[in-house]
């Protein structure tokens, strides 16, 4: 199996943890953004959101671009939203942030896939 396919397992469970931190942090998260716990629970909902609505979405909008750059989009865009996330101040701007993030997570896990597929069937072919 070609590496890059670890790199995006690798990747893919970083994601997955990424969605899920919101929940363990959530009391602090409370305190710290003067909200409820189930208030930070919306944090949770818009990443998953981002990530399920923009995943077919945008996978149709950039299948003309080359797979790298659409990878570093989605990089670049999920880190951006992570950072916002982590330094927001309200829980509106973090859950903006959040759909910001999820919306990398999903273009980030469809585009993955099919290169993965591809590698490997050039592979066994």
Do not use: C
């Amino acid at each position: 199996m070609p590496f890059v396919v670890y790199i995006f397992t690798l990747s893919a469970f970083a994601l997955g943890l990424a969605e899920f931190v919101p929940i363990g942090l959530s009391d602090v998260m409370a305190s710290s953004l003067n909200v409820t716990v189930e208030q930070v629970g919306a944090t949770v909902t818009a990443y998953a959101l981002g990530a399920t609505f923009s995943a077919p979405i945008l996978t149709a909008l950039t299948a003309s671009w080359s797979r790298k750059n659409v990878m570093l989009v989605t990089a670049l865009v999920f880190t951006l939203g992570s950072f916002v996330a982590a330094f927001a101040s309200t829980l509106s701007a973090m859950v903006v942030a959040r759909f910001v993030a999820g919306i990398g997570h999903g273009l980030f896990l469809a585009v993955a896939a099919s290169t993965a597929a591809k590698l490997n069937r050039k592979r066994t072919a």
